[in-house]
């Protein structure tokens, strides 16, 4: 199939309306803005003939998310960092009502409004979870406009498997660059109630009560609500048990193993191929899912024979970091480098601080 040279919003937006999304509620919000604008014309095509509405704000978007999904069609909402920061509560319902939807987060500079440059920063709203309760996301953070869109068309998949809300976190950089994507073909989705019992895809009197789709997220007594929170973290093992993903790249003979994600994945790679010219192997371990994050990927790099040090290079001040210290439990030692306020970590500081580390500076 041939290629296509795409924005990376356009791409992403084109993905998700092939594997099925219909509904896009949002906002604009730069560096994002490209989505709604190209889901506002795409939306209205006869060959589409979905629904694209600008909401009145970010919160009004997220509960439109809800309520699409509710009656289990495909729905998707957009934003950048302090928009999806004001979608929290929201997707905390989403998330307590297990209701499957795709969120794109196209990260810019923080904290506060900041600025509309590539970011990493919100890597804890993400896997942390930015909404009240014991709940998370199955998050993908793509290092491609290509593996954005590989990753849009089973999304949905994943979403309505678990009856998770999906998240994606790319840095501005992705959404603004322009690449060459093969893009699939279009899902022929229909909603299907007999495979979505819970959905509200109509009742009427007469109907078995037990049909009834009822989507909800409050249990009143504390019985009822300790049930349904020990279903939720089931289920959230069972992600962590089956949908963990990442890759690895040049591990075998590594002397330091670099831990990062997204753009500055790639950035890490052009780095380890100047390094493996200098006679310095270096391997890399990229988490394609970070939440759940591949602890024990990251742990058999760092802990394998002839590994002195791992290196977590990131686009904010160490927020990965943590995930990567716990991952590697102690075994080898870890540096970290990176910039916030958007200043991308560039191919020759990473290779400087490689060099540094093997200096024992």
């Given amino acids: 199939m041939a290629k296509t040279l795409m924005k990376g919003s356009e791409a992403i937006a084109e993905a ?3 594997a099925g ?3 896009f509620f949002g906002y604009p919000i730069t560096p994002q803005t490209e989505i709604p604008e190209y889901m506002s014309a795409r939306m ?6 979905g629904c694209f509405l600008q909401a009145e704000s970010e919160i009004a978007a997220i509960n439109m998310i809800y309520g699409a999904a509710g009656t289990g069609a495909r ?3 957009s934003s950048s960092s302090p928009g999806i920061s004001l979608k929290q509560e929201g997707i905390s319902y989403c998330a307590g009502a297990m209701l499957p939807c795709v969120i794109l987060n196209v990260m810019r500079g923080g904290p506060g409004l900041g600025n509309i440059q590539a970011s990493q920063g919100d890597y804890f709203q993400a896997v942390k979870g930015g909404g009240n309760g014991d709940y998370h996301l199955l998050t993908y953070a793509p290092s491609s406009v290509q593996e954005a869109v590989d990753i849009m068309m089973f999304a949905y998949d994943k979403a309505e498997q678990y009856r998770i809300p999906v998240l994606f976190i790319a840095d501005g950089i992705i959404a603004q660059m322009m690449e060459p994507v093969e893009m699939p073909e279009m899902v022929d989705f229909k909603i299907d109630p007999e495979k ?3 959905a509200c895809t109509g009742w009427k009197p007469g109907d078995d009560p037990a049909k009834r789709g009822v989507i909800n997220s409050i249990y009143i007594d504390t019985e009822s609500l300790s049930v349904h929170n020990a279903e939720l973290q089931a289920m959230y093992a069972e992600v962590t048990k089956n949908e963990q993903k990442w890759e690895n790249y040049n591990l ?3 002397e330091y193993v670099i831990t990062a994600f997204g753009t500055v994945a790639r950035i890490a790679k052009s780095a380890i191929d100047q390094l493996k010219a200098d006679g310095i192997n270096v391997g890399l371990v990229r988490p394609i899912t970070v939440w759940p994050f591949p602890y024990e990927a990251v742990a058999q790099a760092a802990k394998a024979d002839g590994v002195k040090a791992v290196l977590d290079v990131e686009l904010n001040e160490g927020q990965m970091l943590e995930d990567v210290k716990l991952a590697v439990n102690g075994a080898k030692p870890i540096d970290f480098f990176g910039h916030c306020g958007s200043q991308m970590p560039t191919t020759d500081e990473i290779i400087a601080k490689i060099k540094s580390m093997k200096e024992g500076k």
């Fill in 21 to 23: 999304a219909r509904y």
């Fill in 44 to 49: 209205f095509d006869p060959d589409v003939n």
């Fill in 75 to 77: 729905a998707i909402t």
């Fill in 252 to 254: 075998e003979g590594a």
């Fill in 16 to 18: 998700a309306i092939r």
């Fill in 196 to 198: 979505k019992p819970w």
